[in-house]
């Protein structure tokens, strides 16, 4: 049985990030239009309206169409991407 996704909630900004990258890399295809129009639109608001959406509610949501639109396959991918961002910013740091 594989394990539930979960998302930090102070990891958000990063996870938005990988996930608009994921969905628009022109090499993949398996995020259709009206799925892309969505998550452009969570950017969106998140971006105009911060005080609407704390960080767990924007984990919920970023989840939520994580479950809908993305293949279950690409989570791992993904999952790396990030751990990869996080060291990152903590060897700059």
Known sequence: MPRPRKMNADEVA???AVLLDAAFDPAHH??????KAQLLALASDFTHYPDDYPDTRRA??????ASIWLPPEWWDRLQRRVRKRRSRATSVA
């Open 14 to 16: 990063t996870w938005l």
């Open 30 to 35: 398996a995020v259709q239009q009206q799925g």
């Open 60 to 65: 919920e949501l970023l989840l939520r169409w």
